[in-house]
């Protein structure tokens, strides 16, 4: 495959060029390759390596409820975002080891995916040799793990103790600790006080869920960091504070990394008071429109490292007629519009620079979660991972044309720029202008390499 005549961008910067493909792998980068391979007409359009999505929940099943996403219609969302390779989590359920955990989830996932994939491990409790385990999880190509601080009594969350216990080993592992971060005790606290009273419609959703408690987790988490020695990860940060602490943590030496996504930059709590609050509902929720502008210079000046979707595809309908926010399961669809939305509203605004953004979509999150430089890069020797995309349409956003089963998106009619026009993965064409090119099953297994400081920090 020749794709010929576009605007290649990196994080190290645009170059117009055309990419000699084989074999699934990139071979050479340069202007006027010549040669009668199957060619791709790229003029007029920016050539980048897929996104790396680095956060997603395709097919999450909380035990009470279920996203309308699976494998396939999630991984066809990806696609046709742009993302080559999501990052995907297996929760440990009760009594399983983290290979247990990984075979069940891989069960779900393998030959259904259009696109390439990774696994982190949601670890939840510490069994009988789980020292043991966590060394075969490594081996095995999960080298993350996910730690929720909140959600007391799900399958989720995990007590300090065990926490503290995974980060006394995991760094010398080669395992990298993920955050969600959120003080339980103040959001269940808040949550009962406003139940109480009988605040109880979505207009709390947010005020139940404050920036405190995500700061306060943040700074648990880089103390366990700085003592332990270990790196930590955390993920989907809301607002500006965290994102402070983290990056004096680093100037003292403390291995931490940042991760944000779409809705932070672009949506406010200012929803929650409208009628549209269901399309809203994540946690963290939506914050103030005043730390959005310090987000986006975090993201330029280098203190957040990474932008993850955290796409969950709970359907709409499941949410109509529950104005109570204690009782909805949290999670919006997004796979399908990081690129969209940083293009949009980071590079069209002069908020960010094209390497940028192919910096936080791409590089980094292949960087931290060891598939650096198979995954991310555009360098030869590189998997052929690329995207397409045309800057010039402009269009208001609907719902109808992105592929999740969700059924909703909380962008609906935002103005958009650009359009992601071919998505490729290993050399093959998996969508294009508009349509699912490729088949589920395309998408393969990614073993992801021990977490190194040194690699995710360059
Ligand atoms: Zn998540």
């Known amino acids: 495959m020749l794709i010929r005549g576009g605007t290649i961008v990196t994080g190290a910067g645009e170059q117009e060029a055309d990419i000699l493909v084989r074999d699934g792998k990139v071979v050479r980068v340069a202007p006027g390759i010549a040669g009668d391979q199957d060619t791709i007409d790229a003029s007029g359009l920016l050539v980048l390596p897929g996104v790396v999505d680095p956060h997603t929940h395709l097919l999450l099943d909380t035990g009470t409820a279920r996203t309308a996403d699976d494998f396939e219609s999630g991984s066809a969302s990806a696609a046709a975002g742009g993302v080559t390779t999501y990052l995907e989590f297996a929760p440990q359920l009760k009594g399983q080891t983290f290979l247990q955990a990984l075979a069940a989830r891989r069960r779900l996932m393998d030959g259904h ?167 809203y509902l994540m946690m963290p929720p939506l914050r103030g429109a005043d730390g959005q502008a310090k987000l986006w210079q975090y993201l330029a000046g280098a203190a957040i490292h990474t932008i993850g979707s955290d796409h969950c595809g709970f359907a709409l309908r499941d949410r109509l007629g529950i104005d109570d926010f204690s009782a909805v399961s949290p999670g919006i669809p997004g796979v399908e519009t990081s690129l969209l939305l940083l293009y949009s509203f980071g590079v069209t605004t002069g908020r960010l620079r094209l390497t940028d953004v192919v910096r936080l979509l791409s590089e980094q999150p292949a960087r931290v979660f060891g598939l650096w430089p198979r995954k991310g890069s555009l360098m030869p020797g590189a998997d052929a991972d690329i995207v397409l995309y045309d800057p010039r349409p402009q269009r208001r956003l609907a719902a109808s044309e992105l592929h999740s089963r969700a059924g909703f998106s909380p962008y609906e009619g935002m103005t958009v720029t650009g359009r992601v026009k071919t998505t490729v993965v290993r050399g093959r064409v998996v969508y294009r202008d508009g349509s699912i090119v490729g088949k589920p099953g395309d998408g393969i297994y990614q073993r992801c390499d021990p977490f190194d400081w040194q690699r995710a920090s360059t």
């Open 113 to 279: 995916s259009h696109v390439d994939y990774g696994v982190h491990m949601t670890i939840a409790h510490l069994g009988d040799g789980w020292e043991r385990d966590l060394d075969a999880l490594v081996e095995a190509g999960v080298t993350s793990a996910k730690i929720y601080t909140t959600y007391r009594d799900t399958i989720f969350y995990a007590d300090d103790w065990t926490w503290y216990r995974l980060m006394e080993r995991s760094g010398g592992g080669g395992l990298l600790v993920q955050v969600h971060a959120e003080n339980d005790a103040i959001v269940e606290g808040m949550t009962r006080q406003l139940l109480a009273a009988g605040k109880r419609s979505l207009r709390y959703h947010g005020v139940a869920r404050p920036a405190v408690a995500e700061a306060e987790a943040v700074a648990r988490g880089l103390l366990f960091s700085r003592t332990t020695g270990s790196p930590v990860y955390f993920v989907h940060l809301s607002t500006p504070e965290p994102v402070a602490l983290i990056a004096q943590a680093r100037r003292d030496g403390v291995q931490a990394i940042a991760e944000t996504c779409p809705h932070y930059l672009v949506l406010d709590e200012s929803v929650y008071a409208g009628p549209d609050a269901a399309r």
